[in-house]
């Protein structure tokens, strides 16, 4: 059975009894964690753009929308709740898959349900399985997708929000598949907003809802899709990470009995999940040590490969962010707000923090004078077995042992011929060309024809010499 069938069953045949009681806890929470970082993004008025851009279509519909008296037809709700949801990038993270699983899977399940009647018990074991789905399927991946420039929650979070909608939707086990299979077309979302600070990154949940919403009901009306969408050669994994392998078995193992819902983690900090670790370690030192402003004369961070790309570089960038959304992925803003205010919170990243975002060079400079100097160093991380080192706590490589000097490829070749010849057994040479006799005991020849020389003719008589000195060819076996 293909992976999305499995999901597929999953989905379909989990009774809510199946779930421990720990991850409904967890789903109630991070449920309940969604709804506030919308209502907070709504205080904020952040992303105001979609919420007028869908109320001046003149619709309406079952499904609420936070913060609107009217309601929306599901998909367009989903949208909207999904956006607000993740504008502050507050919402909840799985660390392992860096998928921010809640923002995608809470919109598109309260809109479905609202849309299907469901109850509230109901809603909260569609999460949780939605939540699986997009965990599971993100773990294979980790930092991978980040590095061709996928946002992970986009093109992950939309089977989780499928899988949600389809439960609620009373979906059974070959529609779920087939609303997989059409999902995977929908996947989408590129990091490149860190290029200029835009906002395109709060889109990415609520899109992932949305087209998941819509995928159901294509299925549920006759619609089919790929049941290879995940392993296939131009699958989920095939495309997004051509050129990689990927350990697909960690999607199917342990599905229906361990659940990863408990692993999903609250973000203390609105901001890239890769600021927290080092947020942490310098606000331990501060509060350690009583040090003010005035006593720091450098910062030195320590992240990954990854943590480098989305808040560390181009230092001149993160030194200065352009705007409000670009300042939650700066390590060097995030330490100089926390050294010079003392706390990082909801109003850290506002335009009115940074400053005018029109006056070019001066971006953020209040906040950073406690921190002039922030150097970083990437942890070394390779795939192939070397030594390494550790040094004042950075992981370096060792210098490479020094290479033997290899023979030329006609004396190697001689010396396995002998080698051979003293044990009594003909050599064979291995390699691209055909097994070949080398030994001259057993080595067999075939003259080619040459003409007979005439008499005086020496040119005759060396062509015929050398056809008599060739081997044969090899023979076909």
């Not at 926390?338 to 706390?343: E, I, N, P, S």
């Not at 029109?358 to 991380?381: M, N």
């Not at 291995?430 to 080619?448: F, I, L, N, Q, W």
Request: aromatic share 6%.
């Amino acid at each position: 059975m293909t992976i999305s069938g499995r999901l597929a069953e999953l989905v379909v045949g989990t009774e809510p009894a199946a779930l421990p009681e720990a991850t409904r806890t967890a789903t109630s929470m991070h449920t309940l964690d969604t709804l506030g970082c919308a209502l907070a993004a709504l205080g904020l008025d952040a992303v105001p753009y979609v919420r007028a851009s869908y109320a001046e279509r003149g619709v309406s519909g079952p499904a609420s929308v936070v913060g609107q008296a009217g309601g929306l037809p599901a998909d367009m709700a989903a949208m909207v709740n999904g956006a607000l949801a993740h504008a502050l990038d507050y919402d909840d993270t799985h660390a392992g898959s860096i998928v921010h699983v809640s923002a995608a899977t809470v919109p598109a399940a309260l809109a479905m349900g609202e849309h299907t009647g469901r109850s509230g018990a109901e809603v909260l074991t569609a999460i949780a399985l939605g939540n699986e789905v997009s965990v599971r399927l993100g773990r294979p991946a980790g930092a991978a997708l980040h590095a061709r420039g996928f946002h992970p929650t986009g093109v992950c979070g939309v089977f989780g929000a499928t899988a949600t909608a389809a439960r609620l939707a009373g979906a059974d086990a070959e529609q779920t598949r087939n609303a997989f299979g059409i999902a995977g077309s929908m996947a989408g979302g590129l990091m490149e907003f860190l290029a200029d600070g835009s906002e395109t990154k709060p889109f990415h949940p609520g899109w992932a809802a949305h087209a998941a919403i819509n995928a159901v009901w294509f299925a549920l009306h006759g619609a089919t899709g790929p049941a290879t969408v995940v392993e296939g050669d131009r699958g989920f994994f095939g495309a997004y990470l051509r050129g990689e392998e990927p350990d697909l078995s960690s999607v199917t193992d342990g599905l229906g009995e361990r659940w990863l819902t408990d692993e999903i983690a609250f973000k203390p900090y609105p901001a890239c999940h890769y600021v927290h670790a080092p947020l942490d370690a310098l606000s331990a030192i501060l509060d350690e040590e009583h040090l003010g402003a005035g006593d720091i004369a450098e910062i030195t961070a320590f992240t990954d490969e990854t943590g480098v790309i989305l808040v560390l570089e181009p230092a001149a960038d993160k030194a200065a962010p352009r705007t409000a959304y670009d300042a939650k992925f700066s390590i060097p803003y995030a330490f100089g707000a926390r050294v010079a205010h003392g706390a990082v919170g909801v109003e850290t990243f506002t335009d009115q923090a940074i400053g005018d975002p029109r006056r070019a060079g001066r971006r953020g400079e209040g906040a950073l004078r406690a921190a002039p100097l922030l150097r970083h160093r990437r942890l070394v991380r390779r795939r192939c077995p070397r030594r390494h080192h550790r040094r004042e706590g950075v992981r370096e490589r060792a210098a490479p042992p020094a290479r033997r000097r290899r023979e030329p490829a006609h004396r190697r070749r001689r010396g396995r011929q002998v080698h051979l010849e003293r044990r009594g057994r003909p050599a064979v040479r291995r390699g691209r060309a055909a097994r070949r006799v080398r030994t001259r005991d057993v080595r067999r020849t075939r003259p080619r024809t040459a003409r007979r020389p005439a008499s005086g003719d020496r040119q005759g008589r060396w062509r015929a010499q050398l056809a008599r000195r060739r081997p044969a060819p090899p023979r076909a076996r």
